[in-house]
């Protein structure tokens, strides 16, 4: 029997301390861009792709991105959903995530009972996710109508981690939105993972492998990016300095 997305990352997070994940967007690049990029990626070291965008509109644009990344790479391919509709059978897993400091139910509770049963039916995988809002969060704030933690509030972050993992939920995103004018800081990261039995990710804002190997040093399990393989056309040396920063973090604390 082969094994879980899930298992496949607890494995991995074992054996290298900390692990990366490339945010793609094909409705922002379109699939064959996406495929490009994802394939470089993979060869630069990132654990997996995940495939989503705070605006994508046409599941069309999902289902093309999936297929063209799955026919390149090896890795796993994680949808990294926006809406309930969003959903695409091709992929690997889902990221099945609730808004949990979303001003709106639908983004904390209805948007997943309205697509639990399309997860179920395609088969996919589901990787149960308490999503967390920090500071503004770009976009996906805007969208989901986040109360966005204050950066200098770490204690309330813990606070809706730490409900997110007695929920019951295997994995915890704290989130500061594409093209965030900082990353989430240390402080709050080392405070929240302190508390955390789970997987912590960490993304947004995190442009460069100093600002990944801090998080990394301050506990998180995953950073995921995205902004900087659209900005570069040097991915896959990108993505390699980006994983040596993280697995450094962890060999030298």
């Known amino acids: 029997m082969s094994r879980s997305v899930e298992e ?5 997070i074992r054996e290298k301390g900390a692990i990366h994940m490339t945010l793609l967007d094909p409705q922002k690049m379109g699939a064959n861009k996406c495929a490009e990029i994802a394939a470089e990626a993979e ?6 792709i995940m495939v989503g965008g705070s605006t994508l509109a046409s599941n069309s644009d999902l289902d093309d991105g999936v297929k063209e ?5 090896d890795i796993p391919v994680i949808l990294f959903p926006n809406d309930v509709a969003r959903v695409s059978r091709y992929a690997d897993a889902i990221w099945f995530m609730s808004l ?6 639908y983004y904390v509770i209805d948007a997943q009972a309205l697509s639990a049963y399309t997860v179920k039916s395609y088969g996919l995988e589901a990787l149960p996710l308490g999503y967390i809002i920090i500071g503004q969060g770009g976009t996906v704030g805007f969208v989901g109508q986040a109360r966005g933690i204050p950066y200098d509030r770490p204690e309330l972050a813990m606070a809706y981690a730490l409900a997110a993992q007695t ?21 709050m990261i080392k405070l929240v993972k302190s508390q955390l039995s789970v997987p912590l990710i960490v993304g947004g804002g995190i442009r460069d492998g100093a600002a990944a190997e801090a998080a990394v040093k301050a506990g998180a399990d995953i950073i995921v990016t995205g902004n900087m393989v659209e900005e570069t056309d040097r991915v896959r040396e990108v993505i390699n300095k980006m994983v040596a920063h993280i697995e450094s973090a962890k060999v030298n604390p």
């Open 167 to 187: 929920l019951g939920m295997r994995f915890v995103y704290l989130e500061a939105g594409s093209g965030a004018k900082a990353p989430v800081p240390p402080e």
């Open 43 to 48: 060869k630069g070291g990132t654990f997996a």
């Open 100 to 105: 949990l400091n979303s001003r709106l139910t």
């Open 69 to 73: 990344i799955k026919s390149v790479v």
């Open 8 to 12: 496949r990352i607890h494995e991995e």
